[in-house]
Structures are given as structure tokens and as C-alpha cells.
């Protein structure tokens, strides 16, 4: 998805941005294919009234507000419907950054200042920054408005699109329990005993790497094998599988 041109406003000041991708998918990706031709299976855009098959540029939105009745739009109308301010990420306020909650954090964008904007985005990112506070804004991207928060960091400024309040599901409802003090001391024992810093580079997506190499086993003409043939432990005594899990990761670590 190419960047997104936007603009931080707040009052007077207009401080032109774009909206860059965080994240980039690395998972492998699979075609559904036929399973007596191993013919790749392709999706039509078919209407039936016209009995044809329809391109990108033959294709409006329509909404239904009654049974097989529509009402349509073009990207145009939908674009005379947006004011300016929707057009700008227009802050509403700003707040400390302890008080937003991570359940609502939906998604992240870069904000990359634009030419022109350099001066005026840097000190907006190091008044944030200082005041450890964040500027909760709103901004139109499509049809929808979206409720974001924009996040100083020592090395930029990251749009969090977050979930309206509305979109939060009530936490599960979970029953009364008593824990035994030795439990809770045994299990932050064990907390203890696997803390350490939080390192991103250290982790890596171990499945993508055996499927990589399953798919190069496969292209040789080999058969998979199992990686891992033990059966499930049927853990009935938490207390004894506590200690010996500490125990195993004493061993580890010495």
C-alpha cells in the first residue's frame, strides 16, 4: 500500500505528513489450487443480470437499505462527503501516554514528515516527547473515521489507530478462586527465575522457517517427517508441575 498523504492540524499549525506501513508480511503464501488438476482456482468479478464477467472500473459501492435495493456511490461522491478537517489528522487533545490502554491499539503507522513540514514536525515530536503526553487526533482513511493517538519516540512519531470504545468486547466473566500463598510464591518464583530484557531481534517466526524447508523437501521429491512425536502432559498436580518447571529452567540456566 503505497504511503498515505495526510497532515497533522491542530489551531493555525498544519504540519504536512505522510502515513508509512510499520509492519510487512513475511509469512509464506499458498495458492488454492485443484486437487485432481493442481490447476491454480481463479475468482471471477460476475454479474449475472449482464452475464459477464466485470472489472475493477466497471464496479461502484452500493449500500443496501432495503431488500435488493441499493443505493450507489463513486469514489468521487464519497470524496465530496469528507471536509477539510477530515482530510488532516486534526487533533482533539492531548493526554499523558499511561492513560491509553494497549487493548485498544488496532494498528501502527509511521508519520514521515513531508517537505516542507521538517521544522514544525520535529518540534511537535520533541514537545511530545518531553511532556511524555500524546496527541489524540482523528482522520479519515477510506469510509471510516479513525480514532488515533500520535506517539513520540526517540526516533519519530507513530500513528496508533485505535479501536473505538464501542469496539472493546466486556472481559469474560471468570470464577471466584482461591490461590494457595506457596502456589502464588512458587509461580513468581518461577517469573523470576525467566525474567529478563525484552530484545525484539531475539525472536523469530520459527514455524515460517520449518515450512520454508518443508516446501524445499517437497520440491526434492522427499516426504515430510514429524518434528515432534511426544504426546501432551496431563498435568494434575499444579503445584508439582511448578516446581518442576523452575527446576528445569534452574538446570537451563546453570
Known amino acids: 500500500m503505497p504511503a498515505l498523504k495526510s497532515a497533522i492540524s491542530v489551531g493555525l499549525i498544519h504540519i504536512p505528513v505522510s502515513l508509512q506501513k510499520t509492519t510487512k508480511d ?17 475468482y471471477k468479478k460476475y454479474c449475472p443480470s449482464c452475464n459477464k464477467e466485470v472489472s475493477g472500473d466497471d464496479i461502484i459501492k452500493g449500500y443496501e437499505y432495503d ?26 487533545h492531548f493526554a499523558k501516554m499511561s ?3 494497549s487493548i485498544y491499539f488496532e494498528k501502527n503507522y509511521y508519520v514521515v514528515a513531508e517537505a516542507g513540514g521538517e521544522k514544525p514536525f520535529e518540534l511537535f515530536r ?5 511532556k511524555k503526553e500524546v496527541a489524540v487526533a482523528k482522520t479519515v482513511i477510506g469510509t471510516s473515521e479513525n ?5 513520540p519516540t526517540k526516533e519519530g ?15 469474560p466473566a471468570r470464577p471466584a478462586v482461591t490461590v494457595d500463598k506457596a502456589e ?15 530484545e525484539p531481534a531475539a525472536y523469530h517466526d520459527e514455524y515460517q522457517a520449518r515450512l520454508r524447508a518443508a516446501i524445499e523437501t517437497k520440491i526434492t ?17 499444579f503445584m508439582e508441575a511448578l516446581k518442576k518447571t523452575v527446576e528445569q529452567v534452574e538446570k537451563g540456566a546453570s
Open 157 to 171: 512519531l507513530i500513528a496508533k489507530i485505535l479501536y473505538y470504545q464501542e469496539e472493546i468486547q466486556a472481559m
Open 147 to 151: 480514532l488515533l493517538i500520535l506517539y
Open 67 to 92: 431488500k435488493g435495493k441499493y443505493v450507489t456511490f463513486t469514489g468521487e461522491e464519497l470524496e465530496k462527503i469528507k471536509t477539510k478537517k477530515d482530510k488532516t489528522i486534526h487533533i482533539l
Open 221 to 237: 521429491g522427499k516426504e515430510i517427517v514429524s518434528t515432534d512425536t511426544s504426546a501432551g502432559s496431563n498435568v494434575i498436580d
Open 99 to 101: 492513560e491509553i490502554d
Open 26 to 42: 513475511i509469512s509464506v503464501s499458498f495458492n488454492q489450487l485443484c486437487k485432481e488438476s493442481h490447476e491454480r482456482i481463479k
Open 126 to 130: 520533541q514537545a511530545l516527547l518531553s
Open 184 to 198: 502464588l510464591e512458587m509461580a513468581k518464583t518461577l517469573i523470576a527465575s525467566m525474567t529478563q530484557p525484552f
